[in-house]
Structures are given as structure tokens and as C-alpha cells.
């Protein structure tokens, strides 16, 4: 199956502020990830150009690095994601940024399954919680997007077993 998955968001500070941000990620200071509220993104040897990481049970390998404003990583696991994901900060106007999380990729058949039903869900709610971090590190009103049913009963699930997996 060809997926491609999307998100958006534009952030009222101009890319060189939110470019400080992206400087943080997967660090002991990371203001994006959001790893209070699902797995750590690491990387043994720090993020940058041929690291090995991920977070929980999906790993990837950093293929291409700007820590200005991109990095973009290519699937090791699970089985059968074939393809990349990125993360990039773009400059709409002088005061205006938009980041954007796209994956890109083509699974077989057992993954297609996985991530339909499962991976999909939890992906899209992490990715709006780690645009909900960049927009609040700006704002004094703070964002939070609630999940949909299926999205909890998902993280309950993932909570209560054996699902979990340790970082890199």
C-alpha cells in the first residue's frame, strides 16, 4: 500500500525562532518531541547524518540533516515500512513559519494492516502533540488536542503490555 501522511501547522514566529527549536530535538532539552506523553525519539549517537534510532518500536536512520530546519529519516522497523518520514520548518512570511511532518513510504501487506488499524492513529496524535509543544513554547494560551476514542483504548493497550520497547 502507498502511504502518504501529511501534517501542517503554521506557527506565528518567524523560522528563525522556531528553527531554534528544531535544534533541540531528540536531545535532553527537546522542546518538539513530546516524550511525556509517548516514547523518547533517540539516538545513541545524537541527531545527525547516518544516526541510528527511533522511539518505541519504530526505528529509522537519519538519510538527510539541516539542524537549521529539516531532517528526514528512513524506516528500519517495523517490517515492511518501507520508505522515509521528515520533519521540516518552512518560512510562509517574515513572522509566520509552518512546520510539516510527511511520511512517505510503501508497506506490505501485514504492515498495511498494522498501520491502518494502529500505527496510523497513535502516529497522527503524537505528531499534532509535538506541534501542540513548538505552538505553546510561543503562546501563553496552551493547545492541547484530545484523542479520539480509538486513539485512547490504543494508548491504554500500549501501556498495559508487553507492546513497549526500550529506546536505542
Known amino acids: ?20 527549536l528544531f535544534k533541540t530535538l531528540a536531545t535532553s532539552n527537546d522542546q518538539i518531541w513530546p516524550y511525556r506523553k509517548w516514547p523518547s525519539m533517540r539516538f545513541k549517537e545524537g541527531l545527525k547524518l547516518g544516526s ?27 517490517d515492511g515500512f518501507y520508505g522515509t518520514h521528515e520533519l521540516s520548518i518552512n518560512a510562509v512570511s517574515e513572522n509566520t513559519s509552518e512546520i510539516i511532518h510527511k511520511i512517505d513510504m510503501k508497506t506490505s501487506l501485514k504492515a498495511s494492516v498494522l498501520w491502518v488499524f494502529m500505527i496510523r492513529w497513535l502516529h497522527d496524535a503524537l505528531i499534532e502533540d509535538a506541534f501542540d509543544n513548538v505552538e505553546n513554547y510561543f503562546s501563553k494560551e496552551k493547545k492541547t488536542t484530545s484523542y479520539n476514542v480509538w486513539v485512547t483504548l490504543l494508548r491504554a493497550y500500549y501501556k498495559s503490555t508487553s507492546f513497549k520497547t526500550k529506546h536505542a
Not at 1 to 20: A, F, Y
Request: glycine content about 6%; aromatic content about 10%; hydrophobic content about 30%.
Open 52 to 78: 541510528k534510532g527511533g522511539h518505541g518500536r519504530i526505528r529509522y536512520t537519519v538519510v538527510e540533516f539541516n539542524d537549521q530546519s529539516f531532517v528526514k529519516f528512513k524506516f528500519t522497523q517495523p
Open 1 to 20: 500500500m502507498k502511504v502518504i501522511n501529511i501534517h501542517k501547522r503554521k506557527i506565528s514566529q518567524p523560522k528563525e525562532k522556531v528553527s531554534l
